[in-house]
Structure formats: structure tokens, C-alpha cells
């Protein structure tokens, strides 16, 4: 399998997860608000937990890109 297709297959596991994971906190915690309220809760549930997930992601890439930097000047220098 290509890699890009392997990357957007994840992407599109994590997105699931994450709105599986919004609806199940709906349903746990805030049952008993009506559908309106139930809706923008799980919008703002699953808007954190995308921000959170691009936050990890810019994060692990800088950390990376900041090692791989450190090994090739090593081997340069």
C-alpha cells in the first residue's frame, strides 16, 4: 500500500475515533439535554479533541525535524 494512502487511512481512523469518542461523552454525561444541546456539545467535544490532535501532531513533526537537524549536523560536522 502506498504511504499516502496509508496516511489518509489513519487520518480517517483518528477523525473516527474522535467522533466516537465525542458521541460516547454525549451520551454518558449529557443525556439528559435536548437534541440542540446534545448537537453543540458534541461539536465542541470533537473541535478539542481536533485541535488537541493538530497540536500533537505539529509538536511530534518539530520534535522530529528538530532531531533529525541535531544527527546531520553531527554527521557533518
Known amino acids: ?3 499516502e494512502t496509508k496516511h ?3 487520518g480517517a481512523l483518528q477523525y473516527f475515533l474522535i467522533g466516537i469518542i465525542a ?3 454525549v451520551i454518558r454525561w449529557f443525556d439528559k439535554n435536548t437534541g440542540g444541546e446534545q448537537m ?3 461539536i465542541v467535544i470533537a473541535f478539542t479533541l481536533t485541535v488537541l490532535r493538530i497540536v500533537i ?3 511530534a513533526a518539530w520534535f522530529r525535524g528538530a532531531e533529525w ?3 546531520s549536523r553531527r554527521r557533518w560536522d
Do not use: A, D, P, T
Open 1 to 3: 500500500m502506498h504511504s
Open 8 to 10: 489518509e487511512l489513519l
Open 23 to 25: 458521541e460516547g461523552c
Open 40 to 42: 453543540m456539545i458534541w
Open 57 to 59: 501532531l505539529f509538536y
Open 69 to 71: 537537524r541535531s544527527i
